[in-house]
């Protein structure tokens, strides 16, 4: 069984900067920041670790209560504003979650910095979330290569549970992440695992192309390129 880590956000989605706004009006609200810091960078990164260095750039205290605090408003916020933002599932996704997913033999999970629960309110706004039964997400972690490594731990666990007779330590074959940002490539090499980046990010094709994925596409319509990456037995 092949296992298919794909990343959320200008992977899958664009959400019209919805959760760029929820960080925004919940420091706004929650901690009286009427400005966010326009330094931090938000693309391939954890939520987590966005959220302590917007604490630090605006001298709040980085702490576990923060964060909780934090994580309650923003998801308070999240489905309201995907609701009022023009976003997207982008070209070809649905197309090849369909096309894997029919296959039989290939897994589907997300690698994703979004916590856990911002990632289900994202992808059910866009009928996306059934797709994936397992995952690793942002609410722990501050670094990506450890959300890697958690999904790929996720995944294992999954199919040890849907195939119980394989024993505690399913086999499994190709690991493929799918991403749009050079810290996909990065976390995807951490794992032992090939890379599809997509240039339907903020990064260009070129720019992708730097970090040497497996291959490169311009978006996830180049179906057959994506699928070949999951050899048949």
């Known amino acids: 069984?092949?296992?298919?880590?794909?990343?959320?956000?200008?992977?899958?989605?664009?959400?019209?900067?919805?959760g760029h706004a929820a960080f925004a009006e919940t420091?706004?609200?929650?901690?009286?920041?009427a400005e966010m810091n326009?330094?931090?960078?938000?693309?391939g990164r954890s939520d987590r670790a966005i959220v302590i260095d917007l604490f630090r750039h605006h001298g709040i205290d980085p702490s576990v209560e923060n964060w909780q605090r934090f994580c309650r408003s923003y998801l308070g916020r999240l489905r309201s504003i995907l609701a009022a933002r023009k976003?997207?599932?982008?070209?070809?996704?649905?197309?090849?979650?369909?096309?894997?997913?029919?296959?039989?033999?290939?897994?589907?999970?997300?690698?994703?910095?979004?916590?856990r629960e911002g990632a289900r309110?994202?992808?059910?706004?866009y009928g996306l979330w059934h797709w994936f039964p397992f995952g690793g997400f942002g609410d722990e972690h501050t670094e990506r290569c450890d959300i890697?490594?958690?999904?790929?731990?996720?995944?294992?666990?999954?199919?040890?549970?849907?195939?119980?007779?394989?024993g505690s330590q399913s086999a499994h074959g190709e690991v493929v992440v799918i991403g749009d940002t050079l810290h996909d490539i990065t976390c995807a090499r951490s794992i032992g695992a090939r890379c599809v980046a997509v240039a339907t990010g903020h990064s260009s094709i070129d720019d992708l192309r730097?970090?040497?994925?497996?291959?490169?596409?311009?978006?996830?319509?180049?179906?057959?390129?994506?699928?070949?990456?999951?050899p048949r037995d």
């Open 1 to 18: 069984m092949h296992i298919c880590l794909l990343d959320i956000d200008g992977t899958l989605i664009l959400t019209g900067s919805a």
């Open 27 to 33: 420091l706004a609200h929650e901690f009286g920041i």
């Open 38 to 43: 326009g330094d931090v960078s938000f693309a």
């Open 87 to 115: 976003g997207r599932v982008l070209p070809g996704v649905e197309q090849l979650l369909n096309a894997l997913s029919s296959r039989g033999d290939v897994a589907l999970g997300l690698l994703t910095g979004n916590i």
């Open 121 to 125: 309110h994202k992808l059910s706004h």
């Open 148 to 166: 890697a490594a958690a999904a790929l731990a996720a995944a294992k666990t999954h199919l040890n549970g849907s195939h119980p007779s394989n």
């Open 210 to 230: 730097v970090g040497e994925p497996d291959i490169a596409v311009e978006t996830l319509e180049d179906i057959d390129a994506v699928v070949a990456m999951f």
